[in-house]
């Protein structure tokens, strides 16, 4: 059950979840708090995963937890421990303005990672929602879940670079996480009537029927998003390939769309 609860930890950072809050420091938490590999270690033996291995350490964005990136068979996550040393926290962390996800960001920093690249023209779009012209010049799918609220603020900024924009379309691919209980069927729903205007009204708050048909939509998003490495809504593949985790603004995205990074090689 231990060695269960520190690899779950190892993967929620992957996946969207609420932010946990708590007190800390005013100032310098280090001048009164401290935490060494040994002690994260020692940690890991009483969960019962030894072969976890620290990797680094340093506080993290909510006062109050350290944060601490690990790897454990090739693996690689964050977790947090409060001050106390008696709690794990697993992640992400978000920051409510920007809907950032800061622990995905500290992950690309500590390993230094280049952006991901998937074949975006192997991807494909017939149980995809479309929001934009259907002739329009550049593609963009988008892995989003019906319950997940950063999903609802990111639809709202793909609505505005459509308006904008002709030539860019958005390609919903449904993936509702295990973590909304009502997103499967939601989606199911969704796909079944093949309507956006229900996943607006749903991202409003508004009530939408239960689903009146068998499909396996669902289930093949899943599939695929997993056979792409993704794991959290909301998710972008931009027409280059680029895989963009997160919500950004309508700027943000026509600029990763019409001025892509160039790869590296």
Request: aromatic share 6%; glycine share 6%; with cysteine.
């Amino acid at each position: 059950m231990k060695k269960i609860l520190l690899t779950l930890t190892l993967f929620s950072v992957l996946a969207v979840s609420p932010a946990f809050g708590f007190g800390g420091c005013e100032e310098n938490c280090q001048k009164c708090h401290s935490l060494n590999k040994q002690e994260v270690q020692e940690i890991f033996t009483k969960l019962q995963a030894p072969d976890a291995k620290v990797t680094d350490i340093r506080m993290s964005p909510i006062k109050g937890l350290w944060e601490v990136s690990i790897e454990d068979k090739g693996m690689r996550g964050l977790m947090y421990i409060g001050f106390s040393k008696k709690y794990i926290v697993g992640g992400p962390i978000f920051e409510i303005e920007t809907a950032s996800n800061k622990s995905q960001e500290s992950l690309q920093k500590a390993n230094n990672e280049s952006p991901k690249y998937v074949d975006a023209a192997a991807i494909p779009l017939g149980n995809a929602l479309l929001l934009g012209q259907k002739d329009a010049r550049y593609k963009v799918v988008v892995f989003t879940d019906p319950d997940c609220p950063f999903c609802g603020k990111l639809h709202e900024e793909l609505k505005k670079v459509v308006a904008e924009n002709k030539e860019i379309a958005f390609y919903l691919k449904l993936m509702p996480l295990a973590m909304h209980p009502d997103a499967r069927w939601k989606s199911e729903s969704i796909l079944c009537s093949k309507s956006l205007r229900l996943l607006e009204d749903n991202f409003e708050k508004k009530p939408i029927p239960r689903p009146d048909c068998d499909t396996k939509d669902v289930d093949e998003n899943t599939e695929l998003a997993q056979a792409l490495g993704i794991t959290g809504t909301p998710t972008l593949v931009m027409p280059d390939g680029q895989v963009v985790i997160g919500a950004k603004d309508a700027g943000t995205i026509t600029d990763l769309v019409l001025h892509p990074p160039k790869k590296e090689k």
